[in-house]
Structures are given as C-alpha cells and as structure tokens.
C-alpha cells in the first residue's frame, strides 16, 4: 500500500492545522456561513437534515487494518458507533459536532486519511476497481495510477474551482466493476502490442442527465496520462457553463461541443503542456508501484476449504456467493456484505470495522477494501483460512451470503439524512431486502442489481441497475419511479423508464411483480435478470407492473 | 390571485450542534411544538431576517410550511417530519433525545 512521503505527512498536517483555525474562526464570528461554507466544504464537511456529516476518502478503496481500526475509533469517539460506506468508496460520519472535526482530521491523519476533495467543484476522491492486484482476469492493478492522479489533483492550483465536481475512475480489467463509463474521466489499462497504456473515456455521469462516456483516445500511452488527463480537464475548466448548475457537468460540455471538438481542443492544449512533464511523474509512478507490490502468497493446503465446503451447507452458500476469483492459486477475494437483510446498505457499527479489520489482519495480508456496491472487501485470502474467517464474520453479523443478488443493494443515504433527497432510499432496501429474505427466492432469481437513489442525483446510480429505483417528491408523498435494463459494466447502458412512479406502499409489491415474471419469462435459470430484459425489452415487464393499466385496455 | 399564506416557522441548523432547531419568540428550540407559529407574511419575513442575522449562532435559516393541532405547529412536508424527528433507520437524532437550546 501507498506510504505517505514526509511531504504528504507535512501537506495534511498544514492544512488539517488551517482547517481548525477556520472552524475556531467561524465560531468567534469571524467568518459567516457563506466565508465558511466552500472552506469546510473543501475539507469533506457538509450540513445534513439532522446534523453535519464528514465525508472522508478511502482513495481507490484501499485501506489497512490500522487505518479501518481509527474509522472504528472516530465512530465511536465523535459519531454515533457506526460509519456508511458510500458509492464513491468514501466513509461519511453522520453526527459529528463542528468543534470536533478539526479533531476527527486529525486521527485521520495520523493513519494517512483526509477528507481533502470530498465535496466542492474539484477533482474527487479517485476509485477504482475493488478488486484491483487480486482479480484474475486484471492486465494490471490499476491504484499505482489512481495514487498519481491523487496526488496530482489533491489541491492542483489550475482545479480548484471548476465548473463543477470531476469524477475518475479507474479499472484495470477489461471486466469493469469501477463503473467507468459513468465517470467524468474514465481509464481502462489496455496493452496494444505489448505497450502499456490507457482507453480513455470521457463525459460519462448520471444525475439528472445521464450519459454513457465516449471515447476520446483509444490508445494513450502509459506516460502520457498527467498531461493528457490535464489537457481534458483544463480544456473542461475553460468551456464548461458555468452558467447553469444543471450543464456544469462535463458530460454536458462534451454533448454540447461534440466529442469531437473537444478531442480536437485537448490534442491542443495537450501539445502545448505536454513538454513541461518532464518524466518526473513516471519517476514518482515507479516509487509508488513499489508501494503496491503483490504481497507474499502463501502455498497451504486446500483441504480446511474442500472440507468445510462439502460438509457446511451455509459456508458452501457463502462461498459460491462471495468468493470470486483470485490471480494467486489456492487464493480468493472475498466480499463481506454490508447488506444483512433489513440492515442499512453500507452501513457498519464500529465494532463490525473492527472485527474487519482483526481479520485482514489475521488472513488477508492487512488489506481491505470498499466497493462501489458499498461492500467490504478482503482482496488476499488463502482459501484455507475460508473457513476460519467465515466462522468469524458469521459471529459478528457479517456473513449474509448475498453478493450480487437482489438484497445487495446500492442505496444513498436518501432523504433519512441527506438534505437534497427527495425521498427516502434506505427503507425502500431495507424492506426489498426483508421480503426477498422472506419469500426465499433470491438465490433462485440470481444475479441481479438493485440501485437505489433518493434523487435525481442519482448517487445511488439507479441508472445503471438492472433495477433502478428513484425516490421523488410528487405533490409533497414520496414516489418512486422504476428504471429498467440498466448496466455499469463494461457494457453500460442507462435503464429505461418503465412508467408512472409507485408511492412508498406500492413500491414493494410491484418489485415483486417485476421479479416474479422475470421468473417466469427466462428461459432458464442461467438466464439471468439483464439478459432477459435485453432479449424481451421492456413490455413483458410494463405488463407485470401495471396490471390494471393492461386491464383497463382489454 | 396570489396563494393564501400558510402558517411557518422559522428554522435552521444550530451552528455548532448541526441539529435542527426552531425559532421561538425569545430565541430557538429543538422542539417544533414550541416554535412560533408565524400566520402574517409580513411578519414572517421579517422573523427570517432576525434569524439570519444570527449567523454565530445558527446556519440556514428559512421558513417551513407547518400545520396546526390545537395551536401546535406540526410538518406540513414529509422533509419537516424527518427534521423535526431523526431518520427511520435508527433512533437517532431528536427521537432519541429532546433538550432545550
């Protein structure tokens, strides 16, 4: 993992000791709101519903056991015992009180952790496949490239006041799980006769205008990523509106202008900085990949796994659910679900971070994870060590065998405590979860993504679910539309509307429809939910939820 | 015809605390049922501007819709509800405690 330089250690210090005389100068009254505001914002401290919320990143999603023992500790020193795992692999702290926070940077801190860029009209927190230096079918692991980009970001002079957010994403397999194509910038590692380089995307996002991001450069080589990346953003800084919050987004300014106009201008400006990159960023690169060497895998024997998976039927359904493949034999990657049925998605009490943490420790050589799907994952795992780790995690409510399936929903934290939602999103899951844990059907429907999000912001990136679900205010009730045929794969596409929306009440039952005639209309079991979607469209599944709608035409 | 005004009350964050808090005729609450109920538009506005003149003490003031129970102002909005109570996921915020600012 990445080790802060002395340089690093000093830069968060500085400006953790700048945010503390802020926050002291706001409460003497010296700063008002508005001087304040776009300054804790910058810091990761926004004002919710019901309190302030620290959002802290969890760069790439890479953390260590200490680093998850200090999350631990700040819940329960200044929060309320728990933390929420996000979309955007950051951890959001809901209860903090201002004169604290300037403490709560602190401990963070001193484990390498900021919340530098968390909010604001910058370059944010930069993700990247959960499974990155494990998965097996990866060309190369992409975090040495999103600590490069962290660094030439976090508090980069020229971006600090963009038109609006910028969003990265990184994957270093051609299977994308960091949702690329959704993304501000989106990079694929892709080798082209045997040189290393980058597919890059642009003008990806959801919101309230989704768009699949395009193409700009099918080929960019390894070394040339900082310029180019800073040709994109800089040619974005300059044309995108400013004018308008809603066509701030660069997917706005590249769907305006044409991809191709904006190709044209990045080659320019790109031309024009290219010579100031003088190499030492490749030199920088080559120390941090250091840092991200694949740790020692041990070679033990299969036998505790082949036994506990031919003897335990609840280990053998928690590991044909929340395994997947490792690049390492005898290894596995293993998802901790955060989605215990009727839990909140995302959410962790301190003591389930720690006994996490206890565990990457103990089997995974100190690495977590946080994914997108706001999950927990343990990258390196000997698969001897399986059952030991699932007799653990089943102890401390961990052990729901559930990923991918129709209860491991991604869902913001909606209006419950999210001061632009306009519905709630965590009851809705919750009680989706609940009835498909009750009618014991989800590992017979199988793969299938339920995306949640309680505004058109689409943080819960209902777009890209098989299943979208977005909560909305109609005349003061809640109401909840229902996107279908969504993807963030490597395939992405945007779901399609399916109708007039479901109020809270409705909202359920016609889930169940929904799943009940997929049921009904594949063609068999391995067909799963998206493919059966792609095969029928969206009639079959119209009918299935507006039965009177069908009733009223006959 | 413009729309009949509706009954308000004034409220914000508490700067320090972040929760939400209501203006009263003296100062602020936590409660709602002991917030002022504003039914003059006149007034009301005139309640906000005293409000955000309070910025060391109060973020984001603004003026909420409420219905009346016996006098006591309620949520006209499902938003107000969940200010005035704490998220349905756990039973924190004012469901877990009521004090007094």
Request: glycine share 8%; proline share 5%; net charge negative.
């Amino acid at each position: 993992m990445y080790r802060y330089t002395d340089f690093d250690a000093a830069f968060i210090k500085e400006r953790n000791a700048q945010f503390r005389a802020q926050v002291e100068r706001r409460i003497d009254g010296s700063l008002t709101e508005d001087e304040f505001k776009p300054l804790r914002l910058m810091n990761g401290l926004y004002l919710q519903l019901h309190a302030y919320m620290l959002r802290v990143a969890i760069p790439y999603g890479t953390l260590n056991s200490r680093q998850m023992h200090v999350l631990a500790d700040i819940a329960d020193k200044w929060d309320k015992g728990y933390g929420h795992f996000t979309t955007r692999q950051n951890i959001q702290y809901n209860w903090p009180e201002l004169r604290d926070v300037p403490d709560m940077l602190d401990a963070l801190g001193e484990v390498q952790m900021h919340a530098i860029q968390t909010s604001g009209n910058t370059i944010r927190n930069v993700t990247a496949d959960h499974f990155a230096g494990a998965a097996a079918d990866e060309i190369a692991d992409p975090r040495p490239v999103a600590e490069l980009i962290r660094q030439w970001s976090t508090d980069h002079p020229e971006f600090q006041f963009l038109p609006r957010k910028f969003k990265v994403a990184v994957t270093g397999s051609p299977h994308d799980r960091a949702v690329t194509k959704a993304h501000d910038i989106g990079l694929r590692m892709i080798e082209r006769e045997g040189q290393a380089g980058f597919e890059v995307i642009v003008g990806g996002g959801l919101g309230r205008t989704p768009m699949i991001g395009k193409v700009i450069k099918d080929f960019l080589p390894r070394e040339d990523l900082l310029p180019y990346l800073e040709a994109i953003v800089s040619v974005y800084n300059v044309l995108g509106r400013r004018d308008n919050k809603y066509k701030a987004r660069i997917k706005i300014t590249v769907h305006e202008n044409g991809i191709e106009e904006i190709r044209a201008r990045v080659e320019e400006r790109y031309a024009l900085i290219r010579p100031q990159f003088t190499g030492v960023d490749q030199q920088m690169l080559a120390a941090i990949e250091s840092d991200f060497a694949a740790p020692k895998f041990k070679i033990k024997s299969l036998a505790p796994f082949e036994a506990a998976y031919t003897n335990d039927p609840v280990f053998r359904s928690w590991a044909d659910t929340n395994l997947t493949a490792h690049r390492a034999p005898g290894y596995a990657i293993v998802s901790i679900s955060l989605k215990a049925h009727g839990a909140t998605p995302g959410d962790a009490s301190s003591e389930q971070m720690r006994v996490m943490a206890d565990l990457a420790r103990a089997f995974a050589h100190d690495e977590l994870r946080i994914s997108h799907e706001q999950n927990v994952i343990l990258p390196h795992v000997h698969k001897a060590d399986l059952p030991a780790l699932h007799a653990a995690l089943k102890e401390a409510g961990l052990a729901t065998a559930n990923i991918g399936l129709i209860s491991d929903i991604i869902a913001c934290p909606g209006m419950d405590y999210c001061a632009l939602a306009t519905a709630r999103s965590i009851p809705i899951a919750q009680e989706i979860a609940t009835r498909f844990d009750a009618l014991k059907l989800e590992h017979d429907v199988g793969p299938l993504k339920i995306k949640i999000s309680g505004c058109i912001n689409a943080c819960g990136h209902h777009h890209v679910g098989h299943i979208g679900i977005l909560g909305l205010d109609r005349a003061g009730v809640e109401n909840y539309q229902i996107t279908l045929g969504g993807d963030g794969t490597e395939d992405a596409s945007i779901g399609e509307r399916a109708g007039p929306g479901f109020s809270a009440e409705e909202i359920i039952p016609a889930i169940e429809r929904l799943v009940l005639a997929y049921l009904e209309l594949r063609t068999e079991p391995a067909e799963t939910f998206l493919q059966t979607y792609r095969r029928l469209g969206l009639a079959p599944f119209k009918t299935a939820l507006y039965p009177e709608a069908q009733a009223d035409a006959a | 015809m413009p729309k009949p005004f509706t009954p308000k009350v004034v409220t914000a964050n508490h700067l320090l605390k972040g929760d939400v808090i209501y203006q009263t005729a003296s100062g602020w609450t936590r409660d709602l049922a002991e917030a002022e109920v504003l039914t003059d538009e006149a007034d009301a506005a005139l309640r906000l501007i005293d409000a955000t003149q309070q910025t060391g003490e109060i973020v984001g003031a603004y003026l909420a819709d409420v219905d009346l129970c016996d006098d006591t102002p309620t949520p006209a909005h499902f938003r107000e509800a969940f200010r005035s109570r704490g998220p349905s996921n756990y039973a924190h915020g004012k469901q877990e405690t009521r004090e007094h600012v």
